[in-house]
């Protein structure tokens, strides 16, 4: 069965430091991938998606994530991480049939 | 361009109760989803739907769980009678239908909270 893993419940970076959330998933052929973020009281938000080739894409508020088909990983980056990237991020999966599967979520939480 | 609404944003029922949500996707989208999303866990795919047609409700406890859309456009979600364990955010997304070569983003509303007591 399709599935999507985030093996790191949460995550505390320095406010300024770099950022990797990690995701793998589960899927025989390429899968579509996304990345949603889900701030405090709110619904999902995509930062960024990938279906086809650059397999480094660019999001919203400088994000990027880079695809990796050896490794079926789909790993979330910022370079310099602000305070306000606080929230949950959720990596997800379409696996046909506009189907999207969800990973557990990653809580970043930023120190000062 | 307005989002997807949702209401109430928060429920509080006892077990074996009823309620109700409400969901009003973006104008034009034709697949609406409902997902649960328990404390911790990623959110979870209830049912859905393409226009006012179901395309999968695998995952909804249909003994307790139903949902219609009708005329394709506001969907509602109901559950009787309600367990402790369906305490959660249910949260309704939209979409456009996806064409060949491009992907579709889920539009997301803020989510109703359910406690069940």
């Known amino acids: 069965a399709q599935s999507v893993t985030q093996p790191d419940i949460h995550i505390t970076v320095s406010e300024g430091a770099s950022l990797e959330l990690r995701c793998n998933y589960s899927y025989g052929a390429t899968p579509y991938l996304f990345w949603y973020v889900q701030s405090p009281g709110q619904g999902l938000q995509l930062l960024l998606k990938y279906f086809s080739g650059d397999t480094l894409v660019q999001g919203i508020k400088g994000f990027e994530a880079e695809f990796k088909r050896s490794q079926s990983s789909f790993n979330l980056r910022k370079p310099s991480v602000h305070w306000s990237d606080a929230a949950e991020y959720f990596c997800a999966v379409d696996t046909g049939g506009f189907k999207t599967i969800f990973g557990a979520g990653t809580r970043l939480f930023v120190k000062a | 361009e307005a989002g997807v609404a949702q209401s109430p944003r928060y429920k509080i029922i006892e077990k074996r109760q009823s309620v109700a949500f409400w969901c009003n996707p973006i104008?034009?989208?034709?697949?609406l989803y409902w997902y649960q999303q328990i404390l911790g866990q990623g959110p979870k795919l209830l049912i859905q739907f393409q226009n006012n047609g179901v395309v999968d409700d695998s995952q909804l406890p249909k003994d307790r769980f139903s949902a219609e859309r009708l005329k394709g456009v506001d969907s509602t979600l109901k559950i009787q009678p309600a367990k402790l364990e369906d305490s959660a955010v249910y949260l309704c997304?939209?979409?456009?239908?996806?064409?060949?070569?491009?992907?579709?983003?889920?539009?997301f509303g803020e989510g109703s909270r359910l406690t069940v007591l």
């Open positions: 997304a939209s979409s456009f239908i996806w064409t060949q070569g491009d992907t579709g983003e889920l539009f």
């Open positions: 104008s034009g989208h034709a697949t």
